[in-house]
C-alpha cells in the first residue's frame, strides 16, 4: 500500500465542507478519500451528496454508503477531489490512466474547487515526461486518429484491458496512450488541436481546472498547496 496514496486522500476527506454536493474522482488515492469520507459521514453526520466519475468509484461509494446522485440533479458541484497521473507547477495534468478521463472532466468543469490528491512522485516538470498522455477515441475512428496523432509527433498505442483483449471506457470507447519523446511541448495547443479532431472524444490533458493540490511523501508528510 502507498503511504503517500493513504495520506493525501484521507487529508482531502478532512477538507470537505459540511452540506456540500461533490465530484467523487477516481482512482487508487481517491479510494483512501472515499473511505475517509465514509468515515466522517459515520462518525461526524457530515452530509454531503457525491456525483461518481466512474462506475468503479459509483460502485465503492454506494459500498461505503455515500449518499450519490445525478448530474440531473445538480447544476455545479461545492468540491471534487479527483487524482492524477502526472501534475505541473502550473497544476496543469495529465488524467486518465484508470481510464475515466472523460468524465472527470465534466465534473471538474462544473465544479467550484477541484483539489488533487497526489504522492509527490506525480509531480513533473514538463506533462508527458513520466506517463503517456490517454486519448479516448471512438473505436471506429481508431486507426484515422491514430495517424492524425502521428503526423503531431506522437507516437500512439491501443490500451489493453487487463489480461488481454479490448480496453473499453464506461462510454464504451478506445484509449490511445500517446508517447511524446522528451514530453509535451506545448499542452494548450496539443489540447485544442486533439479537441478538433473527429473521432476523438475527450483526451487526459486537464489545464486549468485544478484549484489546490495535496501533495504526500511516502513518510505520510502532506502538503496542501493553494
Ligand atoms: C483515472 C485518473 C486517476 O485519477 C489517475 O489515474 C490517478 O490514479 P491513482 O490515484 O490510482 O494513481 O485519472 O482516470
Not at 461518481?52 to 446522485?69: N, Q, Y
Not at 490528491?117 to 479516448?136: A, C, Q, W
Not at 464504451?172 to 489540447?191: Q, T
Amino acid at each position: 500500500m502507498s503511504q503517500a496514496k493513504l495520506a493525501a486522500g484521507r487529508r482531502a476527506a478532512d477538507l470537505v465542507p459540511d452540506r456540500s454536493t461533490l465530484g467523487l474522482g477516481t482512482g487508487s488515492t481517491v479510494r483512501f478519500f472515499l473511505e475517509r469520507l465514509a468515515e466522517r459521514i459515520r462518525d461526524e453526520g457530515l452530509e454531503v451528496r457525491g456525483v461518481p466519475t466512474s462506475i468503479d468509484t459509483e460502485t465503492v461509494a454506494r459500498e461505503l454508503g455515500i449518499p450519490l446522485v445525478g448530474l440531473d440533479e445538480v447544476d455545479l458541484l461545492d468540491f471534487t477531489v479527483d487524482g492524477a497521473d502526472e501534475i505541473d507547477a502550473e497544476y496543469r495534468m495529465i488524467k486518465g490512466g484508470g481510464g475515466a478521463l472523460l468524465r472527470e472532466k465534466v465534473v471538474a468543469s462544473i465544479s467550484r474547487r477541484e483539489v488533487i490528491v497526489v504522492g509527490r512522485d506525480k509531480v513533473v516538470e514538463r506533462l508527458g515526461t513520466t506517463f503517456d498522455l490517454p486519448v479516448e477515441v471512438v473505436p471506429f475512428a481508431l486507426p484515422v486518429v491514430a495517424r492524425q496523432i502521428a503526423r503531431l509527433g506522437g507516437e500512439p498505442r491501443e490500451r489493453q484491458a487487463a489480461g488481454g483483449g479490448e480496453y473499453r471506457t464506461d462510454n464504451g470507447n478506445a484509449v490511445l496512450d500517446v508517447h511524446f519523446e522528451g514530453g509535451i511541448e506545448d499542452p494548450e495547443a496539443l489540447e485544442l488541436t486533439l479537441a478538433a479532431t473527429p473521432g476523438v472524444v475527450e483526451c487526459g490533458l486537464f489545464l486549468g481546472l485544478a484549484d489546490a493540490v495535496v501533495i504526500a511523501d511516502d513518510d505520510g508528510t502532506v502538503e496542501v498547496r493553494e
